[in-house]
């Protein structure tokens, strides 16, 4: 969604989003951490599965280098190929990958794909074709580095044929620094800055992190912040939801799948957790075979016995309204 606009916004500190990146850590300064609460809502007698996303987030510092200049391409070139593997591998087992780019990724796509490079992706560039020839999903990410925000990464992804989502991928939720808590500056469109012109909203919250994820929250769930000093507490007339990422693992996984089987968290309850596939993973050696034993294949068990399901972020908040009525259901430790 993109509407033109004259409207400027103030930009906020580059290190303002550096928690944007799934990470695990310890309990949340200002929340319990030991105790858990749910709220019941919607959903069916029968337990429901918990609900999973895959995603990757590629940084403002990717291709390395100067835009517009050969290593800085060849660098690019390196990176759209290992998306590609990245795209199959999840394909073959079936699973939804969510690709998150911030807009260095994004500049040189506009600058390195020409009819030469797209002769190879069917004529088509990178996101268009990582979508349409292997259902990856693409949201928003951003650091609000280098003079772009997220309104300037959304205007970029629909520049490039790939837009609509309004995901805002990672975030810093701790409102002990409120320098950087402005997730909820999102609660109205806001402007870009390196394309003033373009307007964004994003309602759809991932990450809750803390800089450099040394404190990151452990929470399962979703539920519609109510400010950023009342975080975990639900407010059902907000207009942004928050999606938990819990502890990011396979154990983590199996442990809600637990509480459903244990019947610790109501079949009313929507379970979440989310998994960051690094650039690492995907650019070192072994890095794919290790992630397909690891997490795909136990994962892909998991979904046959119908105790997961692997989806992605605009998805599993339409479920979490059509089946669990949007009611907030929060897990924390």
């Known amino acids: 969604m993109r509407v033109r606009t004259t409207l400027m916004v103030a930009a906020i500190a580059a290190v303002s989003i550096v928690a944007a990146c799934s990470g695990k850590g310890g309990g949340s300064p200002t929340a319990p951490s030991t105790t858990s ?41 390196t990176w759209r190929t290992r998306l590609i593997t990245m795209a199959e591998l999840a394909q073959r087992y ?65 520049v490039l044929g790939v837009g609509g989502s309004t995901v805002i991928g990672g975030h810093i939720w701790d409102p002990s620094l409120p320098q950087f808590a402005h997730w909820d500056r999102f609660r109205a469109p806001v402007a870009g800055e390196q394309y003033p012109s373009s307007l964004w909203r994003g309602d759809i919250l991932m990450g809750s992190g803390t800089p450099n994820h040394t404190n990151d929250p452990i929470v399962s769930g979703v539920w519609r912040p109510a400010d950023p ?29 637990a509480r459903y089987t244990s019947g610790q968290s109501a079949s009313t309850c929507m379970l979440t957790s989310t998994y960051h596939i690094t650039p690492t993973m995907i650019s070192s050696s072994s890095g794919l075979s290790t992630l397909e034993r690891d997490l795909l294949s136990p994962l892909s068990s998991l979904r046959s016995s119908g105790k997961v399901e692997v989806t992605d972020f605009t998805t599993l908040v339409a479920t979490w309204k059509s089946r669990f009525g949007g009611q907030a259901c929060i897990y924390r430790q």
């Open 37 to 77: 609460t749910t709220t019941t809502g919607g959903g069916t007698s029968a337990a429901p599965p918990v609900y999973v996303v895959l995603f990757t987030h590629i940084e403002d510092n990717t291709p390395s280098g100067t835009l517009d200049t050969a290593a800085n391409r060849t660098l690019y070139l």
């Open 94 to 158: 079936g699973m939804t990958w969510v690709l998150q780019p911030d807009w260095k990724f994004l500049e040189a796509a506009r600058t390195y794909e020409n009819a030469s490079v797209m002769s190879t992706t069917g004529g088509k560039n990178i996101f268009r074709y990582l979508r349409d020839q292997f259902d990856v999903v693409i949201d928003p990410h951003s650091h609000e580095n280098g003079g772009y925000n997220y309104t300037d990464v959304a205007y970029l992804l629909d």
């Open 229 to 257: 000093w009342n975080y975990f507490k639900d407010s059902p007339s907000g207009n942004i939801a928050c999606i938990g990422a819990f502890k990011s693992d396979i154990d983590g996984i199996n442990e809600l799948v």
